[in-house]
């Protein structure tokens, strides 16, 4: 069973930057896509993006396009989400997961991290 791990949240002020890593253990991390999705408070979960096995193929919700990037490292077993130019709009709890589909809905995706918190404010 895969177990995902996210890391790297934290409390940023508009227009600054972070990093959040999703470290896989269990599974044959490098054959599956991993999307990264978010939560704010009384909404719904949403699709961030998703790279496929060997990161060459993105895909962006078009609110975080052109400001954040995902990325994943095989040999380490992790993925990332550069994210840049946040906005306060982009708060919520971000998860990562895995799946054997090219998608950018939540059901697709079967396993998911405990999500880390992402909080841009002045």
């Known amino acids: 069973q895969a177990q995902l791990v996210e890391s790297g949240g934290g409390l940023v002020q508009p227009g600054g930057s972070l990093r959040l890593s999703c470290a896989a253990s269990g599974r044959t991390f490098s054959i599956y896509n991993m999307g990264w999705f978010r939560q704010a408070p009384e909404k719904e979960r949403e699709f961030v993006a998703v790279c496929n096995w060997n990161g060459a193929n993105t895909l962006y919700a078009d609110s975080v396009k052109g400001r954040f990037t995902v990325s994943r490292d095989n040999a380490k077993n992790t993925v990332y989400l550069q994210m840049n130019s946040l906005k306060p709009e982009d708060t919520a709890v971000y998860y990562c997961?895995?799946?054997?589909?090219?998608?950018?809905?939540?059901?697709?995706?079967?396993?998911w991290g405990q999500g880390t918190q992402v909080t841009v404010s002045s």
């Open positions: 997961a895995s799946s054997n589909f090219w998608s950018k809905e939540a059901n697709n995706y079967n396993y």
